[in-house]
């Protein structure tokens, strides 16, 4: 029997990629203090300002971690959550401190960088913790704005030297500046798509008025595939040729609204919905990982992540090099020919590959088929010029059969 060892052998691989999927996520601040009760306001916090995904993210830090008690102090002063964030990250050390070294500060005081220096929201020395090591054992901590100590060190809660420490201290840090009201953080998209060679791509976001999507899940989380200015100005003959709505619907398809961080989506491979997914309109693609390169793959083309723009939770930007072709707006599976980067991949003639993907008998069909990837009507009581997707069904179906075989 060839099932025992293949299912055997399904099993190992998943067990692995369980495993693997442990393994790239050096620590985790939410689970560390999920097993400390006490600190599980502090913990929620971190979790919704976001600074967990940003503790997980880098190494060689400390965390100063405050008990219920202390945090009910902080919550008393009704900030709003983007203050408590910036409070919150003054509690993040951007250095390694165990316990031990807290004792062997040479000169007995450390100043500190933490995260609130790193958001370049904290003028002059307000991000940065001084840490004195006190008579009689005791190690102060204060803000190094607000001028005295007003925390002292209580235990070390956990250490994974040198990845992360986690201490707890007496009581949040005083700092006027991490307390200053904070407006909600001005997320522009299309100022950030601006900066960062994606300026095509955020006019047309703007012009269409998609951007509204966009902005309102940069809170819940965000991640946009910018195709590059070039890609773009390859694919504008197409693009008038949408309607209003496939317009927005084509760049609606360019962000999934999560934040997934590069390491996220290497083990998300599957199909993923999009912005533009809407009920019976599917609008979903695949993420497909071999090795470092990520593909995403929409029946129509396959493009590759070409590289981080930026991530900064909730939202990351990535870089692709093809506009992502939704089947729902375009048809045939031709690798488009449209502005590819010049060291893009499959140099193969959109005519060879259709033959490889989709060589089902299709003889009678009209060779209506010469613009490749021509726009597909986008309503469906639109149906002449349709493509047959009767047929495409099949070879999906057959595909999928396939792979339920090799499993
Ligand atoms: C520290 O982080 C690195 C990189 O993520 C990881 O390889 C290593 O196993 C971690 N060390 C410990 C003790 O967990
Ligand atoms: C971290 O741990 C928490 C609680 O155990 C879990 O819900 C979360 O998915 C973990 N995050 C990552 C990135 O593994
Ligand atoms: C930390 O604060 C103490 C007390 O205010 C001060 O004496 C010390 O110089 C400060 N250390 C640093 C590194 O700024
Ligand atoms: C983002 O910035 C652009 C250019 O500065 C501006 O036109 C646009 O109105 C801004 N959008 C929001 C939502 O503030
Ligand atoms: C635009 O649509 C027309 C009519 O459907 C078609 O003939 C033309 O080739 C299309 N242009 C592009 C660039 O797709
Ligand atoms: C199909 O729909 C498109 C856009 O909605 C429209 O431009 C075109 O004229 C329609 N064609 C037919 C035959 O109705």
Not at 388 to 406: I, K, M, Y
């Amino acid at each position: 029997m060839q099932h025992a060892p293949v299912f055997t052998s399904v099993l190992t691989l998943s067990v692995c990629l369980l495993f693997l999927s442990c393994a790239t996520h050096a620590h985790n601040i939410t689970h560390i203090l999920a097993k400390h009760p006490e600190f599980s306001t502090f913990n929620h916090y971190l979790t919704i300002t976001h600074l967990a995904g940003e503790i997980n993210r880098r190494q060689t830090i400390t965390v100063l971690a405050v008990s219920n008690a202390g945090m009910a102090d902080l919550l008393s002063k009704h900030l709003s959550v983007f203050v408590i964030k910036n409070v919150l990250s003054l509690h993040v050390l951007v250095d390694y401190f165990g316990a031990r070294k807290l004792h062997q500060i040479t000169d007995g005081t450390a100043s500190s960088a933490t995260l609130f220096q790193s958001t370049g929201s904290a003028p002059g020395t307000a991000g940065f913790v001084n840490i004195t090591d006190l008579k009689h054992g005791k190690v102060g901590f204060g803000a190094q704005d607000s001028g005295h100590l007003n925390s002292y060190f209580v235990k070390s809660v956990e250490e994974i030297p040198y990845n992360i420490s986690v201490l707890e201290i007496s009581q949040i840090l005083t700092s006027a500046v991490a307390e200053a009201p904070a407006e909600a953080p001005s997320l522009n998209l299309t100022n950030m798509l601006t900066k960062q060679g994606c300026k095509a791509f955020g006019d047309l976001l703007e012009a269409s008025g998609a951007i509204k999507t966009f902005e309102e899940n940069v809170d819940g989380g965000l991640t946009v595939f910018c195709p590059s200015d070039d890609v773009i100005k390859g694919f504008m003959p197409k693009y008038k040729n949408l309607t209003a709505a496939g317009k927005v619907s084509l760049l609606l398809y360019h962000g999934i609204p999560i934040y997934q961080s590069m390491q996220m989506l290497k083990s998300s491979n599957g199909l993923t919905n999009t912005l533009a997914t809407d009920g019976a309109k599917k609008y979903d693609f695949t993420v497909q990982t071999e090795g470092e390169d990520i593909t995403l793959e929409t029946k129509v083309v396959t493009a590759r992540v070409t590289g981080t723009v930026l991530d900064q939770e909730p939202v990351v930007l990535y870089k692709v090099n093809k506009v992502l072709l939704p089947r729902e707006l375009f048809k045939g599976t031709v690798e488009d020919d449209e502005a590819e980067s010049p060291k893009a991949s499959s140099p193969k003639s959109s005519k060879s590959k259709k033959a490889d993907t989709a060589d089902s008998p299709d003889a009678d069909s009209p060779e209506s088929d010469d613009s490749e990837d021509s726009t597909a009507d986008q309503d469906d009581e639109n149906g002449s010029g349709r493509f047959d997707g009767g047929r495409w069904a099949s070879v999906l179906l057959t595909v999928f059969a396939g792979a339920f075989v090799l499993f």
